[in-house]
């Protein structure tokens, strides 16, 4: 068991995330008063509620604890803070790494695959998008997502170092393509941009960007949607960087 000490250092919500009590100055004293009514998890799924139904904005300690039929205050019971329940948030709604990781043939099929996983992620749950990024994975779950892609990763032979920057390049990629497809998905503006480029079709070709006027007569120059074409195209072309780094890594290693 981990030791107890120093857990009042910690940042909020790595604790509870271990399943651990923080540390404090009342710690391994009993709570005067009822039984607690509700638990941690119990407020996390109501977190999750909220923010699936309104999104980060309207995720707020007042709202959550009227879903919860107590008052903003005695929710501070069990949680220390909005940040605290920010972590948890994150934890619970990213959930364990997907098996298939696991499972992949190669390190290539892995970084795919963990990388669709997270756009997918982020397809289920838009608001982590908008969660404040820890500096490093610290609680079960997200580690656990990095222990997998650094496992698939084991057989191309990349120091940890290379690793996790290839881990960072496809993070940041699934994040931007996830945040794209969900602003095309949320777009009502589809309509009014079909009549725009008809307008401006004619004006281009006259204004002498005629290579722009061509591309806009493709009828897929305007989405309401991010077509899974266009995601695997920017994965594959990360992924060919990927390799070449391996091959550059060989050929330092061989010479």
Excluded at 59 to 83: F, H, Q, W
Excluded at 153 to 180: E, V
């Amino acid at each position: 068991m981990a030791d107890d000490k120093g857990q009042a250092d910690l940042p909020p919500g790595i604790a509870l995330a271990w399943g651990l009590n923080p540390a404090g100055p009342n710690k391994g004293t009993r709570r005067r008063g009822p039984k607690p009514a509700h638990s941690v998890e119990r407020i996390v799924e109501v977190a999750i509620e909220v923010a699936d139904t309104e999104g980060f904005a309207g995720l707020s300690m007042p709202k959550i604890a009227g879903c919860l039929g107590i008052t903003a205050n005695a929710l501070y019971r069990y949680v220390r803070s909005k940040e605290e329940l920010l972590v948890l948030l994150a934890e619970a709604g990213w959930g364990p790494p997907p098996e298939s990781v696991r499972q992949a043939p190669t390190w290539r099929a892995a970084a795919a695959e963990w990388t669709r996983a997270m756009i997918d992620r982020y397809r289920i749950h838009p608001w982590l998008l908008d969660l404040p990024v820890q500096a490093a994975p610290m609680t079960p779950h997200l580690v656990g997502w990095l222990e997998v892609f650094m496992e698939g990763m084991a057989d191309s032979a990349l120091n940890d170092q290379d690793t996790l920057g290839c881990a960072l390049l496809l993070d940041g990629y699934a994040r931007s393509t996830a945040r794209l497809a969900h602003s095309l998905s949320e777009s009502e503006e589809s309509a009014a941009m079909a009549a725009a480029i008809g307008f401006l079709q004619p004006l281009l070709r006259e204004r002498g960007f005629p290579r722009a006027a061509a591309l806009m007569a493709n009828l897929e120059y305007v989405e309401d949607e991010l077509p899974p074409s266009d995601v695997e195209f920017g994965l594959d072309r990360i992924l060919a960087g990927i390799e070449a780094l391996i091959a550059d890594r060989n050929d330092s290693l061989s010479g």
